[in-house]
């Protein structure tokens, strides 16, 4: 295992995944009823954006950097900004909450987290940050398992953050057939399933076999800061949500464009969202 999240935490791709992640769960804590986060490839709690990894790579100043200081951010990105400003109280961007941890602050009484994480580091990390939290449990397991494992969940509302570092050839394989798993055990749950937008030739199989997948209903949202052809690296990335809350699209509709503007390195950037299977 190569990947390690300290390296890209606040880029542009954590921009998208942690503002859609954190209104997902807004919008699903607007019922009373309880809710059970499931996030299979954790990373760790807290990033550190001015230590050694971080700051080699400088990712987070094409991402969090870019929105710290704005003045104005529609709604859905000021929330995301106050919840990375929970950690940086004194103005300074320095402390990056991991998606279990943005997560975790949000958890309400009734609410229940499960999180795994495989590099045994982070896994021992996370373990020792929620000891004596008994409504997190982490598990140092292979996140694809989480599906079998734990659904249905008895809560009947289950959000579940499918996060791969995408090192791996068979990542968006496994992806596809746990993402089937789940909703074949639970059909309600709701799924974030984060990917890079690097190969086009192996997206467009992914878009193809995610549309004819027989999922309730799958929302495509991608954020491009490149043009997609560009052979640098990550040229952005997107969200498949299955089953994603009402209003989400309508209010993405104003922030894409206004994060491709912000976040574009070379060119226009770029954004796109469409239902791949099950248009409201
Ligand atoms: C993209 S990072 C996660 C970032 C995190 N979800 C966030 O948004 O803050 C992917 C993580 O998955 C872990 N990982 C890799 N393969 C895994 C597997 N099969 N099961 C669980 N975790 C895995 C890596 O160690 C890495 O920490």
Same mark, same amino acid.
Not at 13 to 27: C, G, I, P, S
Not at 198 to 221: C, E, T
């Given at each position: 295992m190569n990947y390690r999240h300290s390296f890209h935490a606040g880029n542009h791709a954590d921009v998208l995944k942690h503002a859609v992640l954190l209104r997902m769960v807004t919008l699903m804590q607007g019922k009373e009823t309880p809710l059970c986060y499931l996030d299979s490839h954790a990373g760790t709690a807290l990033y550190d954006l001015q230590g050694d990894d971080a700051e080699r790579t400088g990712e987070y100043l094409g991402g969090i950097g870019r929105l710290w200081e704005q003045a104005e951010l529609p709604e859905l990105l000021g929330a995301y900004r106050d919840a990375v400003a929970l950690y940086n109280t004194d103005g300074q961007l320095r402390l990056y909450p991991g998606s279990p941890q943005l997560i975790a602050d949000r958890l309400r009484e009734q609410d229940r987290m499960i999180v795994s994480e495989l590099h045994p580091a982070d896994a021992a990390i996370l373990k020792e940050h929620y000891a004596g939290e008994p409504r997190i449990a982490v598990h140092h397991r292979d996140g694809y398992e989480l599906p079998k494992a734990f659904l249905p969940v008895p809560e009947k509302r289950a959000l579940w953050l499918l996060d @791969? @570092?995408?090192?791996?050839?068979d990542d968006l394989e496994r992806c596809m057939s746990a993402v089937q798993i789940a909703v074949q055990r639970m059909r309600q749950t709701v799924i974030a399933l984060w990917y890079p937008i690097k190969d086009q030739r192996l997206l467009q199989d992914f878009y193809r076999r995610m549309a004819d997948a027989g999922l309730p209903k799958v929302l495509r949202i991608e954020l491009n800061v490149r043009p997609a052809d560009t052979s640098l690296g990550l040229n952005g990335s997107g969200l498949m949500l299955v089953n994603p809350p009402w209003p989400l699209w309508q209010e993405l509709e104003q922030v894409l464009p206004w994060l491709a503007g912000e976040l574009a390195v070379s060119g226009p950037g770029g954004w796109r969202m469409d239902w791949l299977a099950g248009e409201p």
């Amino acid at each position: 295992m190569n990947y390690r999240h300290s390296f890209h935490a606040g880029n542009h791709a954590d921009v998208l995944k942690h503002a859609v992640l954190l209104r997902m769960v807004t919008l699903m804590q607007g019922k009373e009823t309880p809710l059970c986060y499931l996030d299979s490839h954790a990373g760790t709690a807290l990033y550190d954006l001015q230590g050694d990894d971080a700051e080699r790579t400088g990712e987070y100043l094409g991402g969090i950097g870019r929105l710290w200081e704005q003045a104005e951010l529609p709604e859905l990105l000021g929330a995301y900004r106050d919840a990375v400003a929970l950690y940086n109280t004194d103005g300074q961007l320095r402390l990056y909450p991991g998606s279990p941890q943005l997560i975790a602050d949000r958890l309400r009484e009734q609410d229940r987290m499960i999180v795994s994480e495989l590099h045994p580091a982070d896994a021992a990390i996370l373990k020792e940050h929620y000891a004596g939290e008994p409504r997190i449990a982490v598990h140092h397991r292979d996140g694809y398992e989480l599906p079998k494992a734990f659904l249905p969940v008895p809560e009947k509302r289950a959000l579940w953050l499918l996060d @791969p @570092p995408f090192e791996k050839s068979d990542d968006l394989e496994r992806c596809m057939s746990a993402v089937q798993i789940a909703v074949q055990r639970m059909r309600q749950t709701v799924i974030a399933l984060w990917y890079p937008i690097k190969d086009q030739r192996l997206l467009q199989d992914f878009y193809r076999r995610m549309a004819d997948a027989g999922l309730p209903k799958v929302l495509r949202i991608e954020l491009n800061v490149r043009p997609a052809d560009t052979s640098l690296g990550l040229n952005g990335s997107g969200l498949m949500l299955v089953n994603p809350p009402w209003p989400l699209w309508q209010e993405l509709e104003q922030v894409l464009p206004w994060l491709a503007g912000e976040l574009a390195v070379s060119g226009p950037g770029g954004w796109r969202m469409d239902w791949l299977a099950g248009e409201p």
